[in-house]
Nanobody, 115 residues
């Protein structure tokens, strides 16, 4: 069983920044890809950004140019740097890791952006 522990959420004003972190209990060698998803009230969970073992990244159109995903394999950690936050970024953000073909999820961290 792989555990993902997230941190870094909070309340920020529009235009501000936050950095989310997610640390996996699995060794990075076994992690194929990591990603961030989010779910706003009344909406479906959506992909925000992803990063492969080879550091290839992808982003949702709504966050391109504002969010940056990165990973530190030595720490088994993935980060999401969020700049230029907007009220529509308000959601619970979930970390996802694909480990040996299985998907694991963190408990979620709340991000609230005030206007």
């Amino acid at each position: 069983q792989v555990q993902l522990v997230e941190s870094g959420g909070g309340l920020v004003q529009a235009g501000g920044s936050l950095r989310l972190s997610c640390t996996a209990s699995a060794r990075s060698f076994f992690i194929n890809a990591m990603a961030w998803y989010r779910q706003a009230p009344g909406k479906q969970r959506e992909s925000v950004a992803g990063i492969t073992r080879g550091d290839s990244t992808n982003y949702a159109d709504s966050v391109k140019g504002r969010f940056t995903i990165s990973r530190d394999n030595a720490k088994n950690t993935v980060y999401l740097q969020m700049n230029g936050l907007k009220p529509e970024d308000t959601a619970v953000y979930y970390c996802n890791a694909n480990v040996v073909g299985h998907d694991y999820w963190g408990q979620g961290t709340q991000v609230t952006v005030s206007s």
